[in-house]
């Protein structure tokens, strides 16, 4: 199956930017990016999610390396509810084929006000 | 309001006595999962279900039973519940892609497991 690799943590300033890479070197043609993210006592919450072409949402942008084997999350503009473990996991379309999930570790945000 | 609802969310247990733990969501999905999150080890599948009567094998299976009778019902049994079995276990669900689409999945509260 294929895994993904984050950074176990990251820092960031209120109100700036903020990057979060995933490589996922061996993703397949069939395989979603997805992103996740937990805030403390939480269950994991929904971001965003993209196949091949950059996506944005309320939440976050998704940039998607043209060969798919890197993905990078984009927080416009921190804010401390932001603080959370962000999770970049590939879902298979699962077209009869079963939708089993692999989660990465996680990459810790620290937002800094 | 959508939701995944798990029951307990809080259990503490015995070796060997057999436990249920309840999912149960209301957006009709067909797609349920169960997950367990240690320190360290991130979230691992342990069961999934594409539909009613259909489940298979996440990544961490052993100790586990799961049973789909009913779209919004999805259960954990612990047949004989051991220490390592201790945990946050997450329930999910999504719709089913059926056309190459793919859904997003929403988490239940999660429930912490003890077994002593």
């Known amino acids: 199956d294929a895994k993904t690799t984050q950074p176990n943590s990251m820092e960031s300033n209120e109100e700036e930017p903020v990057h979060l890479p995933c490589n996922h070197s061996?993703?397949?043609?069939?395989?979603?990016i997805h992103w996740y993210r937990q805030l403390p006592s939480q269950g994991p919450e929904y971001v965003i999610h993209?196949?091949?072409s950059n996506v944005n949402n309320r939440m976050a942008s998704l940039a998607i390396a043209e060969d798919r084997k890197s993905s990078t999350l984009i927080l416009h503009r921190a804010t401390l509810r932001d603080a959370a473990v962000y999770y970049c996991i590939l879902r298979d379309k699962g077209l009869g084929s079963g939708s089993r999930l692999t989660f990465g570790e996680g990459t810790q945000l620290t937002v800094n006000p | 309001e959508a939701q995944v609802t798990q029951n307990p969310r809080y259990l503490i247990t015995v070796t060997g006595k057999k436990l249920t733990v309840t999912c149960s969501q209301n957006?009709?999905?067909?797609?349920m999962s169960w997950y367990r999150q240690d320190p360290g080890l991130g979230l691992r599948q342990i069961y999934y279900s594409m539909n009613v009567e259909v489940t298979d094998k996440g990544d961490v299976p052993e100790g586990y039973k799961v049973s789909r009778k009913e779209k919004r019902n999805f259960p954990l049994i612990l047949e004989s519940p051991s220490p390592n079995q201790t945990s946050l276990y997450f329930c999910?669900?999504?719709?089913?892609?059926?056309?190459?689409?793919?859904?997003?999945?929403?988490f239940g509260p999660g429930t912490r497991l003890t077994v002593t």
């Open positions: 999910a669900s999504s719709l089913s892609s059926r056309t190459g689409v793919s859904y997003e999945q929403y």
């Open positions: 993209g196949l091949t």
């Open positions: 957006m009709n999905h067909e797609y």
């Open positions: 061996t993703i397949s043609g069939t395989d979603y």
